[in-house]
């Protein structure tokens, strides 16, 4: 098992930044890969940005490319999601995911980021 906790989320202004992190425990030399989703009311969970553990790859969804940017310390389990220029859209729960060699996909429970206009 894999447990993941974020921490981070909170409320902030259009055109702000604010940084997310995920802490991940237990079985993590089973991952290959850890991600940022995020879900807002009424839609569904969309993938934001993966980053492979070791640091090399890193993927985005068009709407955060160049906005967001996903890291990684393999030494210590952690990934984190910076955001820049956040807009009211960036609103949702966002949640870390782990990606294991099986295909196993772990999650958090999710933090709450609230952008205002």
């Known amino acids: 098992q894999v447990r993941l906790v974020e921490s981070g989320g909170r409320l902030v202004q259009s055109g702000g930044s604010l940084g997310l992190s995920c802490a991940a425990s237990g079985r993590t030399f089973e991952t290959q890969s850890m991600g940022w989703f995020r879900q807002a009311p009424g839609k569904e969970r969309e993938f934001v940005a993966r980053?492979?553990?070791?640091?090399?790859?890193?993927y985005y969804a068009d709407s955060v490319k160049g906005r967001f940017t996903i890291s990684s310390d393999y030494a210590k389990n952690l990934v984190y999601l910076q955001m820049s220029n956040l807009k009211p859209e960036d609103t949702a729960v966002y949640y870390c995911?782990?990606?294991?060699?099986?295909?196993?996909?772990?999650w958090g429970q999710g933090t709450q980021v609230t952008v205002s206009s």
């Open positions: 980053i492979v553990w070791s640091g090399t790859d890193t």
């Open positions: 995911n782990a990606d294991s060699r099986s295909g196993t996909q772990y």
